[in-house]
């Protein structure tokens, strides 16, 4: 099994910074992709940011310009730096991840899910 642990949600103020991790662990051959999603009440979920193996990233238009996602792979762990946050971007964000658990199995894993709340 691979378990997905997220960290670093909070209360923050408008235009505020905060920086969540995501890391996995278990029984991993490789990671192909790993994801942050939000969901805020009342909404569907939203893929926030993608990051790939090669490194090649990707955001929602919401986010751009202000959301930067990473990865280390050799911690296998992904990090969303999130700046000039706004109180829409309050939700709880949910890691995801495309893992190799064997050569022929890939399978889809999600982490419990952090709450970021931007409040003054």
């Known amino acids: 099994q691979v378990q997905l642990v997220e960290s670093g949600g909070g209360l923050v103020q408008p235009g505020g910074s905060l920086r969540l991790s995501c890391a996995a662990s278990?029984?991993?051959?490789?990671?192909?992709?790993m994801r942050w999603y939000r969901q805020a009440p009342g909404n569907q979920r939203e893929l926030v940011a993608t990051?790939?193996?090669?490194?090649?990233?990707n955001y929602a238009d919401s986010v751009k310009g202000r959301f930067t996602i990473s990865g280390d792979n050799a911690k296998n762990t992904v990090y969303l730096q999130m700046d000039s946050l706004k109180p829409e971007d309050t939700a709880v964000y949910y890691c995801?991840?495309?893992?190799?658990?064997?050569?022929?199995?890939?399978?889809?894993?999600w982490g419990q899910g952090t709450q970021v709340t931007v409040s003054s």
């Open positions: 995801n991840a495309d893992v190799n658990i064997d050569k022929y199995r890939e399978r889809a894993y």
């Open positions: 990051i790939i193996s090669g490194g090649a990233t």
């Open positions: 278990g029984i991993i051959l490789r990671i192909s992709a």
